[in-house]
C-alpha cells in the first residue's frame, strides 16, 4: 500500500503567486482531510471531503484558500494569492468513514 | 466544543525507562487516535482505540471512554521515539469527522 502521496514536498514561493498542493490519499478511502501546521496554531483541519463533497471548510482561513476533490483519488489545496503569514506544512490525511486517519508526509510551504 | 487535554506537556525520558502518557477528554467519542510527530515532522498513526485495550510491541494503549480518558504506555524507550505524542478524538455526533487535537506530549529520549 503506498500511503496517502502529497506533493511537492517543498515549496518556496514569492508573496502573491498562486501555490497548488496535491494530494493523492488510500486507495478505497472515502475522507479527504487538509491540514496545516505552524509552531504557533499546532495542527488545524482546513476542510475535509466524504465521498469527494466537501464538508466541513470552517477551518479554511478565507477567500484565497480553495480546494477541490474532482474524483476518489486526487484533491488538490490552492492558495491565491499568497502570503508569507501562509508559511506552513499542509498535510493531507485519508481514512475511511470513521475509521483511522493516515497522513502524508506533508508539504513544506515557505512564501517569501 | 470538546477538550482534549494531553499531560505532561514535556517529557525527557533516559533511554530504557517506562513511560505514561495521558489524555482527557470532556465529551463521549466515537473515535480516539495517538500519533507520533518524528523529528522529520512524520505524522504516524499509532492506535485507533475508542476503548479498551491494545498493545503493539514496546507500545500499548488504554482508552476508558466512561472515564473520558486515554493512556499511551512507552516501555523501555528508545531515542527513536523521542517527538510529540497527539491524541485526537472524534465527538459522538452522527457523521461527523473532525478529529479535535490535544497541545501534545514532547517527549526526548537520551542515549
Known amino acids: 500500500d503506498a500511503g496517502v502521496i502529497q506533493s511537492p514536498r517543498h515549496e518556496v514561493t514569492e508573496m502573491g503567486q498562486e501555490v497548488t498542493l496535491r494530494c493523492k490519499p488510500i486507495s478505497g478511502h472515502n475522507s479527504l482531510f487538509w491540514y496545516r501546521q505552524t509552531m504557533m496554531r499546532g495542527l488545524e483541519l482546513l476542510i475535509y471531503f466524504n465521498n469527494n463533497v466537501p464538508i466541513d471548510d470552517s477551518g479554511m482561513p478565507e477567500d484565497r484558500f480553495s480546494a477541490k476533490m474532482p474524483n476518489a483519488s486526487f484533491s488538490t489545496l490552492k492558495i491565491q494569492p499568497s502570503e508569507p503569514r501562509d508559511s506552513a506544512v499542509y498535510f493531507c490525511?485519508?481514512?475511511?468513514?470513521?475509521?483511522?486517519?493516515?497522513f502524508g508526509p506533508g508539504t513544506r510551504l515557505t512564501v517569501l | 466544543g470538546i477538550q482534549v487535554e494531553q499531560s505532561p506537556p514535556d517529557l525527557i525520558l533516559q533511554e530504557g525507562a517506562n513511560s505514561t502518557l495521558r489524555c482527557n477528554f470532556s465529551d463521549s467519542v466515537n473515535n480516539l487516535q495517538w500519533f507520533h510527530q518524528n523529528p522529520w515532522g512524520q505524522l504516524i498513526n499509532l492506535f485507533y482505540?475508542?476503548?479498551?485495550?491494545k498493545q503493539n510491541g514496546r507500545l500499548s494503549a488504554t482508552t476508558v471512554a466512561t472515564e473520558r480518558y486515554s493512556l499511551l504506555y512507552i516501555s523501555s524507550s528508545q531515542t527513536t521515539d523521542s517527538g510529540v505524542y497527539f491524541c485526537?478524538?472524534?465527538?459522538?455526533?452522527?457523521?461527523?469527522?473532525?478529529?479535535?487535537w490535544g497541545l501534545g506530549t514532547s517527549l526526548a529520549v537520551n542515549p
Open positions: 490525511a485519508s481514512s475511511r468513514l470513521g475509521d483511522t486517519q493516515y
Open positions: 485526537a478524538v472524534i465527538r459522538n455526533a452522527g457523521n461527523n469527522r473532525k478529529l479535535i
Open positions: 482505540i475508542p476503548s479498551g485495550t
